[in-house]
Structures are given as C-alpha cells and as structure tokens.
C-alpha cells in the first residue's frame, strides 16, 4: 500500500494522508539553522547543535506520536483545525504534503478555505520562512482567526527536559510589535536569542504556554482558541512560547498571505543590549526586513531550488528504470546531504543530544556527499581528524559546535582510524587536491600537536598494524563497525552501557572485518604514499596490505565463508562450529570488496554463502542464526531480540557492500537486484509494511526471525545513504572517481539497457553515455573521449578541457 507518490519533476514526495504508518519527515536547512518537519508539522528546530542551541521544543517518546511542531490553528466558525492535520486531528476536505528538498509545502482544505504552508531555510540565513497563505475558495465571504504557535526550548535540549528546578525560573521574553524574542538566559552568559514573527499587526499574542495551551489543556484545543483568543501574557518563568492571533477576512477568491519567520541570532559581547535589560534586536530586525516580504521570501525559495537544481546536476542519470533515475538524481543524493549534515545526532530516532557527530560516521557520509561540495568534505575531514589522539586512535564521537571529541564514550573503536584515510581518499579521488594532505592538524584539537593531515593518516594505518591479536588480524577494541559486538565488554549490569563498559583494549580479540578494511584502505594509503613520493613506504605498506590479505584468508576462513571475528578467548565468531551467528555479512562483504580471495575463489564462496544464509525478500539480514538468548562475550548485539538490529535485522548500511563485492566479481545481476531489495523507491509498494518513508533509506529492516519482518526503523541518518550511493554510482552504473580521473566500469544486470550519465568531476562536465548491445553484465570494450578512442577505461584529463562526450560501449 502506498501513503503518497514520488513527483519526480517537481522534486517531491507528495503524501496524500496524514495517517502515515510513521510521521513521514524531512529536513529544512543546509548550512546551520536547520529544521526538521514531519508530514503533520511535527518537528523542531536548532542552530547547528541540536544538543546545545535546541530552539524550540520537541516530545519524543511522546503521545500522540509526533505531537509538538510549529502549529497554525485556523478557527473558522465552529471549527478549528490545522493546516497540517495536527494538533487537531480535524478531518480535513483535502490533504496533501509535499516533501522537497530542503522545503515541504502542506495544501489543506476545510469548508472551502485553502492553506498552503510553505516551511523551509533560506540557504544564507539562521531562520525558517513559514509562508501561509489563505484562500477563500466559498461562494461567500469568509471571517476567521489565525493562530500561530511554537513552543521554545531553553537551549541546551538535555537540560531543558530533565532540570526542572531551574529552567521553571528562567524562561524569559521580550515582545516587540509582531515580534516575540526568547531570550532565556540572555542576561547571563548567553549573547543570542530566538524571535518568531509575522509580518502583519496581530489582534493578539500569548508567550506564556499556560495562558496559550492551558495547563491541563492538549495542544489540540488551546484553552485561548477555545475562550475567544489570545490573552497578552508575558511569560516569566514556566514555559515561554509564542502565538500570534490574525483576524482575517476574505471575499470569495480572495487570498492572504503571512510570512512568519522563527529567527535565530547572536550579538557580539559588547553590544548584547539596547538598553537595560533590553536585548539588541538588530541582527532579527535585518533578518525579518529581508524575510518579511513576498518578493524577499519568493526571491529567498527560488534561490534554494536553484541552489539544490545545481548541486544534483553534478551527477545525474537517464536510464530507462525511473526508479534508479529518481533514487540516484533526487532522494539518494539528497539524504547523503542530511547525513553529512546531521550525521547521527537529529533525527526521529536520534534525539539530537545524543551522539553528536561519529568518527567513522562523518568518514561514511563523505562518499555520498564529497562530489556535491567538495570544499565542505575537505573542512570535515580536519575536523574529524582534530579528534585523532597522537597513537592514531581516535575519540569515537564529537560535538558538532565545539569540535571537541566525546570524553564520555572516548575511544577504542579500532575501525576509526581507518576510515580517516577511506575519507580522505575518497576525497582526493573527487577532487585531485592531495594539497589537503599538508594541511597542519593538531590531535585532540591541542595545536601545539600539529602535524600535516598525512601523519594522521600514517598513524591511522600504524594503529592497525600495531594493534594485532594472536592471528594476526587486527583486535577489535572496544568494537568495530559493528558497534554492538562488543567482545571485551563482558557487561552483566543492568543499563551499563555496552560500548563504554569493560577494557577498551582486549589483546586478544581480533576483527576480521578490520583486516578487509586495513587491505582495502591499506592500498589507498600506499598510493598517497607513492603519491608523495616515499616509495619505501609505500612498498612497506604494500607489504603490510598483503600480509594482512594472507592472514584473513587463512585465519579468517571458515571453509565457506570468511569468519567474523575472535572474541576474548580466542573462540571463532561467525563460524559454522558455532551454534547461532554463523556466518555475519560485514566480513564477507568487505573483503570481497577489498578484493580478498578473488584469485582463490573465496570470494565466490563468500557471497554464495550470503545468498544461501542471509538473503530475504527485503535484503540481506546481517546474521544468521540470530542470537536467541544474551551471550556474555559477545555483549550488544545478543540484547536484540531475534532479528531486530545487529541481532539479524537487515541493516541495510551493508547490503551495497555485498552489492559492490558481487561487481568485483562481474554479477551485474546479482548487485542491482541486491541494490533493489533495500531501495526505498522499490519497496513504495509496501509501505504500510516497511512503515519508514519510501524516499530515504533507514538504517534497519527487521530480519526474518523478527515479529515484523520487513519493518524499517531508524530512518534518515544512517550510513547506508552514503554506502548506496556509491554503490549505484559508482559500481552499478559505473563512474568511479580515481586519483588520476574517471574510470568507467559499469556493471549491471545483462537487460538493463543503455544510459546516459552526467557527471561533473574538477570542474568539467562529463556526459557519458554508456551502450550495452551485446548484453554483457561488466566491463568497456571500447572508449571514446571527445571523438577520439582511448585504451582502457579510465577518461584521461586533458588540461583546459571542461567538456567531456563520452561514448562507452560494453
Ligand atoms: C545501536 C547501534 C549504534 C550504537 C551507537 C547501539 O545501541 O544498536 O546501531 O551504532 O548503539 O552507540
Ligand atoms: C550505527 C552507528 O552509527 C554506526 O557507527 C555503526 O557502524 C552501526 N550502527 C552498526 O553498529
């Protein structure tokens, strides 16, 4: 069953019910004022920390589900309801909700009156344009009131829901015209504020939630709606919010519109006041005069279309399956945007004072965004590598506004280091800058420690080299990619947390998946090496690279299938031998994509091993058996029930990996239909099923051994945006960046036709158009550049050139 359809032209996903199986949301913002809105007005708003400057107020875990937002009550005669159906729930004559990029627009209808809200980010500007017009759409005139409503939070969001005996004292507010500050805490060590305003001269406001909503009263039937209108309170203290009363009245076919804005700004230190106890209130005067009229808030929309109709030309496909064609143009490309934005901290699921920014998070979300604005990859990638600490391990988390790595959950995470050099060859595949490699970064953000970008790159492999169990393979730390197969955790208390508990370093516990990883990125760190010049290190790397590549297939082997790990006591993890969690994905997945056992026909065995014990119809399932009951040494990841999460669920972050391991063995059929199984568009179909949006991936689907087999969870902010993407793009349909240009080598399934690709790569427009008449799955038989034919399949640059033609035939 389907909730909506996809509006390809229009860039949109358009809802058509508010009763979605789950809210439906979308992201408002690019830079650092963002948003999030669900399909019923639900949502929140911060300025770039969600933790620390939280805006306005949001209940999760609250009932109903998704029950605070930015709210427009029309009272139209008896009747009240809102544009977006919630908090009223009052059945609407017509509903429909537009998800775009970087904006969504509500059309309601209720007794001939039409709203159309329009709710996004201006691209240069720390504030959210809700633009609300009117419609009178009756044969007779109408009159009616207008309510506006957002609640504040008092900043820093954790404080703000759990430190009552304060924050019921400090609320405070200023009110200026149509224009109501927040300014909590402003009189002492805060210097900025939030202001919600409409261009227009109320008939009333309220700031104080309890005159507005009333204390036993629901958002749903505010106690000044239901007693004949806003009563002029002036919060102090309790709960500060804003709500503005419109009285409008329209003749038949007329409309109105209002332009509100919830505005966020700073003030330098010595200019914080107007007056006594009065806030400055410039920097939100020249936000609303810009904002505040139509043609500034038309003019503020089109240049955000314009701005994303830009970015996503950098890649876009014509193939003849609408499905890749709409996945890989508009939404794919878009969540990988939202990840690297929001990495894990803000979403439905992430309560945004939680994880802040991963380190082997933000290394994933720069493959899928690198080529979209290649300047921002490269500022995260010294922010990411400021929190390496001097042995090249790394702080696991960081917070997004001061930078500084998470003491709380610290390091140990023996993947990290090596996702640094993957983003950072990611990024020089993109761009050609190796200059970023001499950039001075300090560790653990102390610049006396500063050194060039390289040596935390050279520390990085070092760690995994120095860092080997009794096999030889890397140990595993605190955990790997897998953050729940905590092998040194042993935790048997109640609430400890799994990934904090017990020594960050085992000796002995070692990480299959680490060795493909060390030999994947092991190679890319050889060629920066070369790159540089320092051969001898490069060709030592190399010799790291293949004694690693030895040891996963001999002590990472299990006969049909690469083993997952070793835990505390040596004992095999994912092997046959055990009795559940036999065969894992990660390791297959990755090794074979690192190109281990190809020669051997491991590699075959491998996937064939995948497809026999973890396909399903929604995807590949991370484990098989699940685990039934809790094991001790293998910690989280036994707390899942059956087939939930890492527990057997199908975390879809590695199904392109096996995706991408079947093209490196040429089964072009095998990867899309892989790719297909966890894509959004494809499984529309079923969304009351699937429940998450049917435009973005979530990070998980329950597997087979769980009670809903099929239901995705965790929406939004997961690393598979960036892992299929780069699947699709660049091993599906082809187009690879390499060090020393494009490298075509599509592999797909033997029917799926011709295509055509534009890429813009270093500043060069490449259309490549990609022929298949003899129905191959992989590989380029013939090249053409330009009209001239060239040997293998990588596009040479030619200086000056900024037009590629490309004529691929496979
Ligand atoms: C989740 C993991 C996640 C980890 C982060 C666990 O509870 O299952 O997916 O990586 O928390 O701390
Ligand atoms: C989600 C985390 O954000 C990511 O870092 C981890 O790799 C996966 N879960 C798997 O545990």
């Not at 209130?281 to 609303?288: D, N, Q, V």
């Not at 970023?436 to 300090?442: G, K, Q, T, Y």
């Not at 297959?588 to 996937?607: D, T, Y």
Request: charged fraction near 20%; hydrophobic fraction near 35%; include cysteine.
């Amino acid at each position: 069953m389907k909730f909506g359809y996809f509006d390809d032209k229009a860039l949109e996903y358009v809802i058509t019910t508010p009763r979605t199986p789950l809210p439906w949301i979308n992201y408002l913002g690019c830079n650092d004022f963002f948003s999030i809105v669900s399909n019923t007005c639900g949502g929140y708003s911060f300025y770039k920390d969600a933790k620390m400057l939280r805006i306005t107020r949001y209940r999760y875990n609250s009932m109903p589900l998704d029950s605070n937002g930015k709210y427009y009550y029309i009272q139209d005669g008896d009747v009240t309801w809102n544009p977006g159906w919630q908090p009223t729930q009052t059945p609407l004559d017509f509903y429909e909700c537009r998800h775009g990029i970087g904006y969504s627009r509500f059309t309601a209808k209720k007794n001939g009156l039409k709203a159309d809200l329009l709710n996004f980010v201006p691209l240069h500007d720390t504030c959210e344009l809700n633009r609300l017009t009117l419609t009178n759409e009756s044969e007779a005139p109408k009159s009616f009131k207008v309510f506006s409503y957002v609640e504040f939070c008092l900043w820093n969001a954790l404080d703000d829901m759990t430190n009552f005996q304060r924050n019921l004292s400090t609320g405070e507010v200023e009110i200026d015209g149509a224009t109501i500050y927040h300014k909590t805490e402003y009189r002492e060590r805060r210097n900025h504020y939030a202001f919600f305003s409409v261009n227009a001269k109320p008939d009333g406001f309220d700031t104080s939630r309890d005159a507005f909503i009333g204390i036993y009263s629901p958002a749903s039937a505010p106690d000044a709606i239901r007693n004949g209108g806003c009563t002029g309170s002036v919060a102090s203290g309790w709960y500060p919010v804003a709500a503005h009363e419109l009285h409008v009245t329209l003749t038949p076919g007329e409309s109105k519109t209002f332009l509100f804005v919830l505005g966020y700004a700073e003030n330098p230190k010595d200019r914080k006041w107007e007056a006594p106890n009065v806030i400055n209130k410039a920097p939100a005067r020249r936000l609303l005069a810009k904002y505040q009229t139509t043609e500034g808030a038309d003019a503020a929309f089109a240049e955000l279309k314009a701005y994303w109709e830009n970015l996503l030309e950098g890649y876009h496909v014509e193939s003849r399956d609408e499905k890749v064609n709409r996945m890989v143009n508009i939404w794919n490309q878009y969540q990988c945007m939202v990840t690297f934005n929001m990495s894990r901290s803000a979403s439905y699921y992430e309560s945004g004072i939680g994880r802040g920014m991963g380190f082997r998070d933000s290394c994933q979300d720069l493959f899928g965004f690198v080529h979209l604005i290649p300047e921002k990859a490269r500022q995260r990638i010294i922010d990411i590598a400021s929190t390496q600490f001097e042995d090249g391990s790394a702080y696991h988390q960081y917070q997004p506004l001061t930078r500084r790595g998470n003491a709380d959950i610290g390091s140990g995470f023996n993947d990290d280091p090596l996702w640094l050099i993957a983003g950072t060859a990611a990024y020089i595949r993109e761009t050609g800058d190796f200059s970023i490699l001499d950039e001075s970064v300090p560790f653990d953000n102390d610049e006396a420690t500063c050194v060039p970008l390289f040596e935390h790159l050279t520390r990085s492999f070092e760690y995994t080299v120095a860092h080997k169990g009794p096999h030889g393979l890397p140990q595993i730390g605190r955990a790997d990619w897998n953050d729940c197969l905590n092998l040194n955790c042993f935790s048997d208390t109640p609430g400890e947390s799994f990934q904090t508990t017990g020594p960050s370093e085992g000796p002995i516990a070692e990480s299959v998946f680490i060795g493909g990883m060390f030999v994947r990125y092991g190679k890319d760190y050889a060629k920066l090496c070369a790159h540089r010049g320092l051969l001898d290190k490069a060709k030592a790397a190399m010799t790291e690279v293949q004694k690693m590549e030895q040891t996963v297939l001999s002590a990472g082997w299990d006969g049909e299938w690469f083993l997952r790990a070793y835990d505390a006591k040596g004992q095999k993890v994912g092997s046959h031998e055990c009795e559940e969690g036999k065969i894992f994905i990660e390791p297959q997945g990755f090794c074979v994509l690192a190109g281990i056992g190809v020669k051997e026909g491991k590699a075959e065995k491998a996937l064939s091993s995948v497809e026999k014990h973890l396909d399903t119809k929604y995807g590949i399932r991370i484990l098989a058996p699940s685990y039934s009951h809790y094991y001790l040494n293998l910690g989280e990841i036994s707390s899942y029930p059956p087939g939930y999460k890492e527990n057997g669920g199908i975390f879809c972050h590695n199904n392109p990996w096996v995706s991408i391991a079947e093209t490196v063995l040429g089964h072009g059929t095998r990867a899309f239909d892989i790719y297909k199984k966890t894509c959004p568009a494809y499984i529309e179909d079923i969304s009351e099923i699937h429940c998450t949006e049917p435009y973005v991936y979530s990070q998980m689907v329950a597997g087979s051994d769980a009670k809903y087999f099929g239901q995705g969870k965790n929406s939004w902010l997961t690393g598979t945006a960036a892992w299929t993407f780069v699947n699709i793009s660049q091993h599906i349909l082809g187009i690879c960046p390499d060090y020393d240009g494009l490298r075509i080598d599509p592999c797909v399934p033997k029917g799926f036709g011709s295509y055509t690709v534009s890429r813009r790569f270093r500043g060069a427009m490449y259309r490549i158009h990609i022929s298949n008449p003899d129905h191959v799955e992989k590989g380029i038989r013939k090249l053409t550049v330009n009209g001239k034919e060239v040997s293998g399949n990588l596009i040479p640059i030619t200086e000056g050139v900024t037009k590629y033609e490309v004529e691929a035939v496979m």
